[in-house]
């Protein structure tokens, strides 16, 4: 059964560093993109990175150049490091795998974790 777990996350203040990461089981998933998706308290579900099979990675402008989204194929497992947090960058991070199209639309991702959460304070 397919399975995403996050761990990671947790409370930072403005400018500091957050590692995420997601251990993916059940179906192989070292072959199907992975991506990293965000939703703040009151808002939509936002995309926010993602990393193919073989490592070519997207993300979203507003995160460009101070996230950084990886993979180990030999563990299943993703990770987004964090740098220069936001306030804005506080919300609840899910991790995702096998999108059917656009890879910044959530509704065409096949499986999602749980979610954990990020704070930035001010």
């Known amino acids: 059964q397919a399975q995403l777990v996050e761990s990671g996350g947790g409370l930072v203040q403005t400018g500091g560093s957050l590692s995420v990461s997601c251990a993916a089981s059940?179906?192989?998933?070292?072959?199907?993109?992975m991506g990293w998706f965000r939703q703040a308290a009151g808002k939509e579900r936002e995309f926010v990175a993602a990393?193919?099979?073989?490592?070519?990675?997207f993300y979203a402008d507003s995160v460009k150049g101070r996230f950084t989204i990886s993979r180990d194929n030999a563990d299943n497992t993703i990770f987004l490091q964090m740098n220069s947090l936001e306030p804005e960058d506080t919300a609840v991070y899910y991790c995702?795998?096998?999108?059917?199209?656009?890879?910044?639309?959530?509704?065409?991702?096949?499986?999602w974790g749980q979610g954990t959460q990020v704070t930035v304070s001010s």
């Open positions: 990393i193919t099979w073989n490592g070519s990675t």
């Open positions: 995702a795998a096998d999108p059917e199209g656009d890879y910044t639309d959530y509704a065409t991702w096949a499986y």
């Open positions: 059940g179906p192989t998933f070292s072959r199907v993109p």
